[in-house]
């Protein structure tokens, strides 16, 4: 009697052992599944971040650009003004429309060539600017890259620990672990704002 009870708890405890391995071998697909997703996207985040880099400085070129054409077209017309028979054309009414159109559309494509030149400056860290991101906290397109790379070698390293994991330990570690989106400031220009300069 001894000895069958000794063989039925040897046999329960391996089937406990099995079913353990089982339910662990299953807890750990599934959190292996939830950090390569996370991974993944981490990795799309920071993929797209060079687009985003280079989306800024191509705005930046054609703010100049449109500033630099409506810059021609004004001082042309200055000098169509200015030149001799020019009080001819002040006479007609159009011209001083387009005189008046071009000085606000000259301001205001300067306006928004400074605010993409300074957009560009501070997404791209530029040595200058440290002190004003520092100041006004602001988090760049940069930093945001950065921190998609912390958080890829983070995935990384949570998946080879999980690897290692044996049947019996806590989970907590991997299943409160969540993917956190952060993205670089759009409005760069909040200090300006603040300090009613623009």
Not at 3 to 16: R, Y
Not at 122 to 135: A, D, G, L, N, P
Not at 167 to 193: C, N, Q, S
Request: aromatic share 12%; proline share 1%; charged share 30%.
């Amino acid at each position: 009697m001894k000895l069958k009870n000794e063989v039925e708890n040897e046999v329960s405890l391996t089937e406990t052992k099995e079913e353990q391995q089982r339910q662990h071998e299953a807890v750990k697909t599934e959190l292996m599944d939830k950090l390569d997703y996370i991974g993944l996207l981490y990795r799309e985040q920071h993929d797209g971040i060079d687009k985003r880099l280079e989306k800024c400085k191509s705005d930046m070129y054609w703010a100049i650009f449109l500033f630099l054409g409506v810059a021609v077209v004004d001082g042309f017309l200055a000098i169509l003004l200015s030149a001799p028979g020019g009080s001819i054309l002040g006479m007609a009414w159009e011209i001083w429309v387009a005189v008046v159109v071009l000085f606000i559309a000259l301001i205001k494509t300067g306006k928004n060539m400074g605010a993409a030149i300074f957009t560009y400056w501070v997404q791209h860290e530029k040595r200058f600017m440290i002190r004003y991101i520092q100041k006004y906290n602001i988090f760049t397109i940069q930093e945001e890259k950065r921190y998609c790379s912390r958080k890829m070698k983070e995935v990384a390293e949570l998946k080879k620990k999980l690897n290692d994991m044996e049947p019996g330990m806590k989970y907590t570690e991997f299943m409160d672990y969540e993917y956190i989106e952060k993205r670089a400031d759009a409005d760069v220009l909040d200090g300006f704002y603040n300090l009613r300069l623009w």
